[in-house]
C-alpha cells in the first residue's frame, strides 16, 4: 500500500472543524468516491474532528490518499494531547456521552467507515484513525 | 524617580507648544497624513488635545500608573482615536504610530532640560518611554477591540441575512438553511423561526436543508431540538432536503429520527403542507 500525498490540518478552533471537513471533501473526490461514500467520510471526518477540538483540547488532522493495487482509499489520523479516554468501550457505547452530545460520533463514524481504530491513554491523549476505500 | 514628581511632569507642561510641533513634524515624517485620510489640521488638533489632556492627568495623578481614574480622559481620547483610525482603515501599527512618535520629541526636551545629570537623565527617560509604551499599548488594545466589535457586527448582520423566514402559505412558513450549521447560526435561526410562528400563527414549520452540506450528530442534535420546540407550540414541522445520501448518512450515525417527518425536497413538504392543512391542488385542464 502506498502513500500518494499527505496534509496535516490543525483542529484549534471551531472553525478549523469547517476547514477540515471542506479537506476531507476535496480527497474524497479526488479519490473518485461517490456520492454517498464521500459523505460518509466527511460526516465521519465531521465527528473525529469534534471530538478533538471539545474533548481532546485540539490537536491535528493527517490526511493520507492511498493506493492499494488498483484501489484509492483515504486514510485520516485525529490526534490530540488531551486528557485521553478513561473507558473506551463506554466511549464507544451508542448513546454515552460525557458532555451533551448524542452520544454517537465515535460508534458512528465507526459505522461509517471500513477501518477504525482507536487509541487512548488515560492523561496523554487520543489518536483515532479511519480508513474508507472507493 | 523615587523622590516625588517625575520631570516629565514638568518637561510636559512647560514644553506644551514646542513638543505639539515637533510631534506633528515626527508624525508628518512618518507618513500619517499624508495620504488624506486624515487631514493636517484633524492631526493637529488631536495632537494638541491629546497633550492637553496628558499633562492634565500628569500633574494631578502622576505619571507611573495610566490606569488611575486621573487618567481615564487620556484613555478615553486614545479610544476615540482608535475608533476613528479603524473607520478610516489604518492598521494597528499605523495607529499606535500616532503615540509611539511622541517619543523622540519627549526625550530631547528632557535631555535639554536635565543636562549633564547622566544618571536623572537615564531615570527621567526610562520613565517617559514606559509612559508612552502603555499608551501604545492601550492604543493597540483599542484598536483591536474596536475592529473585533466592528467584525462581530458584521458577522451577526450576515447570520441573521442568511437566514431569512419564509411564508410560503397561509399557515406555512418554511427556513431554508444554507450553509455550515455552527451553533451560534444554529441557535438565531431556532430562535427566529420560532418567533415567526407566533406572530404568524403558522400550524407548519418545514425546515430546508437542501443547503446543509454535511447532518452530523452536532446538526441532528440542533434540527431534533428545533423539532420539539415547534410541537410544544403546537405547530408541526417538516424536514425537507433530506438527500439519500445524507438520509443513509444520519441512519449509520444511529441518529433517530423517527416521529420526525422528513422529504426529499421542499416541493413534496409543501405539498404535504399544504394536503394537511387541507388544501387541494389541482391543475385546470385546457
Ligand atoms: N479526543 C477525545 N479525548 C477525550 N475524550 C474523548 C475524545 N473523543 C471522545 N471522547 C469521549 O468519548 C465520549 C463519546 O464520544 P462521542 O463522539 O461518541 O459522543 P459525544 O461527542 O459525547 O456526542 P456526539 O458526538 O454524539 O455529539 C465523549 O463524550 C467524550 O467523553
Ligand atoms: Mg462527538
Known sequence: ?134 | MASGVSRVVEVLKKYEKELLTDWLAELKAGGTGNDGRVSETELHTQAKEFLGTLGEASRSAGVGDIERPEWSPVRDFLDGVSRARVTQGYSSDQTATFIFSLKRPLFKRLSKEIGSDAKVLAEETWTASELIDKLGLHTIKSFQKTREDVINRQQEEMLELSTPVVKLWDGVLALPMIGTLDSARTQIVMESLLQRIVDTGSEIAIIDITGVPTVDTLVAQHLLKTVTAIRLMGADCIISGVRPQIAQTIVHLGVDLQGVITKANLADALALALKRSGYTVTRNKA
Open chain 1, 1 to 134: 500500500m502506498a502513500v500518494t500525498k499527505s496534509e496535516v490540518i490543525p483542529i484549534r478552533t471551531e472553525h478549523d472543524i469547517v476547514v477540515a471537513r471542506q479537506a476531507v471533501r476535496r480527497l474524497s473526490v479526488e479519490a473518485a468516491f461517490g456520492l454517498v461514500d464521500q459523505t460518509k467520510m466527511v460526516t465521519a471526518a465531521s465527528e473525529l474532528a469534534r471530538n478533538t477540538f471539545i474533548y481532546g483540547g485540539g490537536g491535528t488532522l493527517q490526511c493520507e490518499s492511498l493506493l492499494e493495487g488498483a484501489r484509492r482509499g483515504l486514510r485520516l489520523t485525529f490526534t490530540d494531547q488531551g486528557p485521553g479516554i478513561a473507558d473506551l468501550s463506554l466511549a464507544m457505547k451508542d448513546g454515552w456521552t460525557s458532555g451533551s452530545g448524542m452520544g454517537l460520533g465515535l460508534s458512528g463514524a465507526k459505522r461509517l467507515v471500513n477501518e477504525f481504530e482507536i487509541e487512548s491513554v488515560h492523561g496523554q491523549g487520543t489518536r483515532v484513525t479511519i480508513t474508507r476505500w472507493k
